[in-house]
């Protein structure tokens, strides 16, 4: 997914080839899942004739400056990807545009060609992007609620090690938060975490100063090489976990050590059980291991961690099935979820297992009308 170097690559690719540009034309997506807060064709009135000034970006947000307001953003969520006609941009499995599709692609949000024939495109397939028109985009969220850019704002080594000391969430879900740190999503926490050799679940602020250090040393060394090599990944180190973390658990290996699967911070994660221990009083203690649904679920989350599926009412309404009949296709689907996710569902920091009442509730039910 689009992280802090997919989004610096789109960025400089506009900078590179954008620059000091008209816009001549302009066409925008009629789809306000993704085009936010204004309708195309204010949109496309706006742009027209406006100079591409600069092109900005603080943690996986990217906004162009024009010669005068309004000014496009683009969150660009699960699958948003920045595409310039005859010019090479990363690309990642998700944006899902090929070199044979049809030109602007049938994903294409915003497309926008420039006086000297240049074009260039927005797209998202999965539509968990947000593109907006904003008078000035940093003053607005998300991006004025952003911490600071993991690649341009990290905090000295002395107030890292101070503000973490301070935060008693698990350490990956503090990387994630991106109120706290911008622009690092799940591979990169997933990377960095395991070249420091700390365990995903470890208290951030039981973390010794030496482990602090090392953490913020592979975050700047991450990031700084997945943007010298414009986040094209198959020029990432052969070293990083980052080639395995996909695989099949029981499937994946990083230098011939087995990589497990658990989930931290609301996400699938990646980690090296013999480098990454917990230590202090959370040693010793198991993690809950990813189950196989928890671990595809990834392929349906946006990297904030919003779900594409839309959930109906956790009120549910199941009938209870009368003596000699047989449980209900809806009453089996309930209770199959519902055991998958009070053996997912972890705290913040890692520990004890939520309990699921309503499936307690079912069960009894069951035992109950079994006995009558």
């Given at each position: 997914?689009?992280e802090?170097?997919?989004v610096?690559?789109?960025?400089r ?7 000091g540009k008209k816009i001549?034309?302009s ?6 899942k993704?085009?936010?807060g ?12 406006k ?7 603080k943690?996986?947000?990217?906004w162009?400056?024009?010669d005068?307001?309004l000014f496009p953003?683009?969150q ?6 920045i595409?310039?006609k005859?010019?090479?941009?990363t690309?990642?499995?998700r ?6 599709d049809d030109w602007?692609s049938?994903?294409s ?8 024939g240049?074009?260039?495109?927005f797209t ?7 593109v ?6 940093k003053?607005v969220?998300?991006?004025s ?11 000295p080594i ?5 503000s973490?000391s ?5 350490i990956?879900a503090?990387?994630l938060?991106?109120?706290y740190i911008?622009g690092?999503?799940?591979?990169i926490?997933d990377e960095?975490l395991y070249q420091?050799?700390i ?8 973390l ?7 953490l ?10 997945a943007?010298?090599v414009?986040?094209d990944s198959s020029?990432?180190p052969?070293?990083?976990i980052?080639?395995?973390r996909?695989k ?5 290996f990083?230098d ?7 989930t931290a ?12 221990k ?8 198991a ?7 928890s671990f595809?679920?990834?392929?349906n989350e946006?990297e904030?961690g919003?779900d594409?599926?839309?959930l109906?009412?956790e009120?549910e309404t199941?009938?209870k ?5 047989k449980r209900s296709?809806?009453?089996k689907s309930?209770?199959k979820r519902?055991s998958?996710?009070?053996s997912s ?6 520990g004890?297992?939520?309990?699921t ?10 035992v ?5």
């Open positions: 997914m689009p802090l170097p997919e610096e690559a789109a960025r690719a506009i900078e590179e080839h954008c620059l001549k034309r066409i925008v997506a009629d789809d306000p993704v085009i936010d204004v309708s195309p064709s204010d949109f496309q009135a706006s742009l027209l004739g100079t591409i000034v600069a092109a900005h970006r943690g996986k947000n990217m162009l400056e024009l005068s307001p953003s683009f660009f969520g699960m699958a948003g990807a595409y310039i005859g010019v090479a941009v690309k990642y499995k944006s899902a545009v090929n070199d044979t602007p049938k994903y949000k915003l497309f926008m060609e420039l006086e000297d240049l074009e260039l495109s998202d397939k999965r539509r968990f992007a947000k907006r028109l904003l008078e000035d985009p003053s969220p998300p991006i609620e952003l911490g600071p850019d993991a690649l341009y704002e990290l905090l002395d107030e890292f090690v101070e973490l301070k935060k008693k969430t698990a990956k503090l990387l938060d991106q109120s911008s690092i999503g799940n591979w926490a960095v420091a050799r365990h995903p679940l470890q208290q951030a602020s039981s010794s100063k030496e482990s602090c250090v090392t913020h040393k592979r975050i700047k060394e991450v990031i700084e090489k943007v010298e414009e986040a020029q990432f052969s070293s990083w980052f080639h395995s996909e099949k658990p029981g499937k994946a990083v011939g050590k087995k990589i497990d699967f658990i911070g609301g996400r699938t994660t990646a980690y090296v059980p013999e480098l990454q917990l230590t202090g009083k959370q040693a010793g203690k993690p809950s291991r990813s189950t196989k649904q595809d679920k990834d392929e946006d904030d919003e594409e599926y839309e109906g009412s009120k199941v009938k099935p009368k003596k000699g009949q296709g809806a009453m309930l209770v519902k998958k996710e009070s569902n972890e705290d913040g920091d890692g004890k297992e939520k309990k009442t309503k499936l307690s509730k079912i069960r009894k039910t069951k109950e009308t079994s006995k009558k």
